[in-house]
């Protein structure tokens, strides 16, 4: 098993900066790829970005990408989302989710937090 804990969220005005943190505990040494998503009031749980450690690759949705950074310590059991210039459109809950290998489909990830709320005001 594997827990995952986020932290970082709050409010912020319109054009501002967010570090969201993702801390993974237990047997970490079976998950490879770790990811971000979201989701807003009334709409569906949607892929922000994620991490393949293994290989060092990061994917990102259109909507965060050159705003948001993704990324891993060296032990590859803390997760950031840098989040820049955010927008009231990225007003959410972001939950961090770990499996084996990273992918955008959140159908496929194993294990979740329980969130992190973003409030980004006007």
């Known amino acids: 098993q594997v827990q995952l804990v986020e932290s970082g969220g709050g409010l912020v005005q319109a054009g501002g900066s967010l570090r969201l943190s993702c801390a993974a505990s237990?047997?970490?040494?079976?998950?490879?790829?770790m990811g971000w998503f979201r989701q807003a009031p009334g709409k569906e749980r949607e892929f922000v970005a994620a991490?393949?450690?293994?290989?060092?690759?990061?994917y990102y949705a259109d909507f965060v990408m050159g705003r948001f950074t993704i990324s891993r310590d060296n032990a590859g059991n803390i997760l950031a989302l840098q989040m820049d210039s955010l927008k009231p459109e990225d007003t959410a809950v972001y939950y961090c989710?770990?499996?084996?290998?990273?992918?955008?489909?959140?159908?496929?990830?194993?294990?979740w937090g329980q969130g992190t709320r973003v409030t980004v005001s006007p």
């Open positions: 989710a770990a499996r084996s290998t990273a992918t955008r489909d959140k159908s496929q990830y194993d294990y």
């Open positions: 991490e393949s450690r293994a290989g060092g690759i990061s």
């Open positions: 237990g047997h970490t040494s079976s998950i490879d790829g």
